[in-house]
């Protein structure tokens, strides 16, 4: 059966089809525009855990998306899929996080690497492992861009992307990162480790090819990540949440305030979503919450606000969801990642459908 007849008979009316590709769509990865790389990986997270299940989280939500979005009727039709994900990974993120919360637990305690050899060793092991996930990473992402799909990373921890943007970096000579997170991510080789998931916005930008790096909601950082953020000069652009909250009180709209942000992007784009940027009744089971934050709404709004500008988005990543006992986490997670791949889709001048007026 031809894609063509897999749309003529699929029903988008009704729940996804349960033995289908994620948002129950009847399309093959060879059939999809989008294909979505999950990577279950939490290595070195630092204080709550669980978003190595985001990616499951997520495909079990994602069944019960209504794909009649409206700004991005027709994007069920360009088919998204998401591949499997090599089961080692999983497996070894489970084994090295048991390395690795050793190591923050002699650290918190105020201890001293050096007195641990055995944990010195544990740790060279990790910063390894996170390295060859990195590499595994960006073989998957080019091994797909090749193919001519458009391709989006679903973590896992923050530290999971930087194999993506590396892979970026080979097609694209420059490129900057809009990041939308509860943290600035900017911190050298957190606790020892160089893969850090609060250390990938740093990391990132020691990549030549990223030129600026645009940072939205942030409302809890360190000394270091500021000066960090400081010394990059013009490359790292802050919008905390307490400058956005204060503009918006005085009367700027976030229309306005979304006009400013857009605008000092370069013109070529990739999102880094952290869902702790979101409220934190959207993903209360995120790893790190911090009070404050945007709400799905203005997030949407910035995100078709991108895809509406001169600006090109040329990949994303949605990393941090924690399930929790419930499925909310993965449900909002869903919904995100479907926006997502609807904005990334019209930028990238695919056949999405019209905006939807009542």
Known sequence: MTKQQKIAEFDPNQPGLADASIFGLPFTAEESEIIIIPVPWEVTVSYGAGASAGPQAILDASFQVDLFHQEYPELWKL????????????????LLKAKAQAIISVLEDGGDLTDHPALQQSLKDINLACENLNKEVKEQVIYWTKKGKKVALLGGDHSVPLGYYQALAKSHTEFGI?????????????????????????????????????????RDFCEQEVAVAKDAGDRIKV????????????????????????????????????????????CPNTGTPVPGGLSFEQVTYLLS???????????????????????????????????????FAKSQGLKVGDRISF
């Open 79 to 94: 088919g998204i899929y998401i591949v499997d994900a090599p089961a080692y990974w999983q497996e070894n993120s489970e």
């Open 178 to 218: 809009l990041h939308l997170d509860a943290h600035m991510d900017l911190r050298i080789a957190y606790e020892g480790f160089t893969y850090s998931h609060a250390s990938i916005m740093y990391n990132a930008s020691q990549l030549p090819q990223v030129t600026k790096i645009v940072q939205v909601g942030l």
């Open 239 to 282: 919008f905390t949440d307490l400058d956005l909250k204060a503009a918006g009180f005085k009367g700027k709209t976030w229309e306005e305030q979304c006009n400013e942000i857009i605008a000092s992007l370069p013109a070529k784009v990739s999102i880094s979503f952290d869902i702790d940027s979101l409220y934190q009744w959207y």
């Open 305 to 343: 606000a991108l895809a509406n500008s001169d600006k090109e988005i040329i990949g994303f990543d949605l990393v941090e969801v924690s399930p929790g006992t419930d499925d909310w986490d993965g449900n909002v997670g869903a919904r995100l990642l479907f926006h997502l791949c609807g904005a």
